[in-house]
T-cell receptor
């Protein structure tokens, strides 16, 4: 069964550094998402992406964040200048048809900002 | 803003006990509802979903959930749990007219004692 994959599984960085989290969505999917879960808190929506542009974003997704689909398979989340409070598990998800369609989640990248 | 509440944070059951996990949401319009499960060390997987029709939906592994519109609830049930059901369970909501983002509850950590 096809799966969403994410790399790396764990990323440690210094405050102020840029990080890029990578995701490979399921190949025929059209909608892509990033969520995050700070330790002990809820899974929170960050952004959705469709047709090569952001379709929705949350208040969390400020100017420090950006997403890109640099080629036909990867979907990346960039944090320009990391803060301590960016430490979280970041989940990528994808689906074929949006709304009612099941979102398939990757295993997550644990980001630790020191 | 919409929110999703899961009132049970931790549940401990013995094998063969019945399970009911609560999920309530605050949104007045039509919603799509999901239950996801995260087994230890694995990614979020869909258990079941509801978007229209019969309010009693059946999912994988013997789970079911009932949508009660008047109570804004979508409780998850299983008549007889197994040790392998030990996991964290997340309720999520997608309002029909609010794009594709999922709003998650805080999760319920279920431990089943053999």
């Amino acid at each position: 069964e096809p799966e969403v994959t994410q790399t790396p599984s764990h990323q440690v960085t210094q405050m102020g550094q840029e990080v890029i989290l990578r995701c490979v969505p399921i190949s025929n999917h059209l909608y892509f998402y990033w969520y995050r879960q700070i330790l002990g808190q809820k899974v929170e929506f960050l952004v959705s992406f469709y047709n090569n542009e952001i379709s929705e974003k949350s208040e969390i997704f400020d100017d420090q964040f950006s997403v890109e689909r640099p080629d036909g398979s990867n979907f990346t989340l960039k944090i320009r200048s990391t803060k301590l409070e960016d430490s979280a598990m970041y989940f990528c998800a994808s689906n074929l048809a949006g709304g009612t369609d099941t979102q398939y989640f990757g295993p997550g990248t644990r980001l630790t900002v020191l | 803003a919409q929110s999703v509440s899961q009132h049970n944070h931790h549940v401990i059951l013995s094998e063969a006990a019945s399970l009911e996990l609560g999920c309530n949401y605050s949104y007045g319009g039509t919603v799509n509802l999901f239950w996801y499960v995260q087994y230890p060390g694995q990614h979020l997987q869909l258990l079941l979903k509801y978007f229209s029709g019969d309010p009693l939906v059946k999912g994988i592994k013997g789970f079911e959930a009932e949508f009660i519109k008047s109570k804004f609830s979508f409780n998850l049930r299983k008549p007889s749990v197994q040790w392998s059901d030990t996991a964290e369970y997340f309720c999520a909501v997608n309002p029909n007219n609010a794009g594709n983002m999922l709003t998650f509850g805080g999760g319920t950590r279920l431990m089943v004692k053999p």
